[in-house]
């Protein structure tokens, strides 16, 4: 399944060091996963990882990555000190979105051609069960406490949450038009989907179980990111990053970026947003401060990082 236009591509944002070390970029039309020193912002490594890698995670030591290959049509097993691929995992369907479980390590995986997510086991080596959601789950993102999983279901137009105790959908909540993206505050407490459609973030409250704001974003909207105090959403057709108040929901900023941009992920310690632009194949970097790009690192063809991609 290469690159489509209308989705475009965590997710779950949620467990980076305070300055990160490294960007681990998917590139899809290379086939690598790439090593960005933060640092000296250059690649310092290329894994080759076939079947278009499109999808990020990294096990709760931060030292294995689970990359999804949906061409492949399946799961690769990268060992991050080794930079090797140490193993693969087929599934079925259309693997694309995933995260892992800070708790227990089991890896979740969306099949964007199901309506359901496969649970592996924390070494990638099989199945252990598989819950159905919603219509063409796409981004996951899980609590701290490793108890719920929310899904963003981009056909289905819903939010669905996951008790990981019994491995069942309770609740699917209504978002906006095509949700994609899906990402966590590090409490828990609030979730924020990307409407690709609608052109809008809905705002969650994940104990409430319901949306309580929208904020409007450029055209196409894919991934949210956190700070302290904001916001940062990125907007596939505008070429730009929205930037929003946590607090009041409204717009700040608009910041121009590269072509197509995908994901976005903090630093931990909230200073830099880093943004994968897949039509100009590199990684982005913005002060979280004066909201000016101050870096494009150029990364090998097609970057995404669908999903938790700093350490």
């Not at 690159?3 to 779950?12: E, G, N, S, V």
């Amino acid at each position: 399944m290469r690159r489509y236009r209308p989705l475009a591509l965590a997710l779950a944002l949620l467990a980076s060091p305070a300055l990160a070390d490294e960007a681990l970029v998917t590139a899809q039309g290379a086939n690598i996963l790439a090593v960005v020193d933060l640092e000296t912002q250059v690649v310092a490594a290329q894994i080759p990882v076939d079947g278009a890698p499109a999808g990020i995670a990294l096990s709760p030591d931060r030292k294995t990555a689970y990359v999804t290959r949906p061409e492949g049509h399946g799961l690769a097993i990268v060992d991050l000190d080794a930079r090797a691929v140490t193993g693969t995992l087929d599934l079925p369907g259309g693997p694309l979105g995933i995260a892992v479980n800070p708790k227990s390590g089991a890896v979740y995986v969306a099949d964007w051609y199901g309506s359901r997510i496969f649970v592996v086991s924390a070494d990638g080596s099989k199945i252990e069960t598989e819950i159905q959601v919603g219509a063409s789950p796409s981004g996951i993102a899980v609590t701290p406490d490793g108890a719920t999983i929310l899904v963003a279901n981009r056909e289905g137009n819903s939010v669905s949450v996951v008790d990981t105790a019994t491995a069942t959908e309770t609740v699917k909540i209504p978002v906006g038009e095509h949700p994609f993206g899906i990402t966590l505050d590090e409490t828990g407490t609030r979730a924020y989907t990307a409407n690709v459609m609608s052109n809008d973030v809905s705002v969650i409250d994940v104990a409430g179980r319901r949306e309580f704001g929208r904020v409007t974003t450029g055209e196409r909207p894919y991934v949210v990111a956190l700070t302290a105090t904001r916001g940062f959403v990125t907007d596939q057709y505008s070429n730009t990053v929205t930037v929003f108040n946590l607090k009041t929901l409204t717009n700040v900023a608009a910041i121009d970026v590269g072509d197509h941009p995908e994901s976005i992920a903090a630093s931990r310690d909230g200073s830099r947003l880093y943004v994968t632009n897949w039509g100009s194949n590199t990684l982005g970097v913005i002060d979280a401060t004066t909201l000016k790009v101050i870096k494009d690192i150029p990364v090998p063809d097609g970057p995404r990082s669908f999903g938790d991609f700093l350490r």
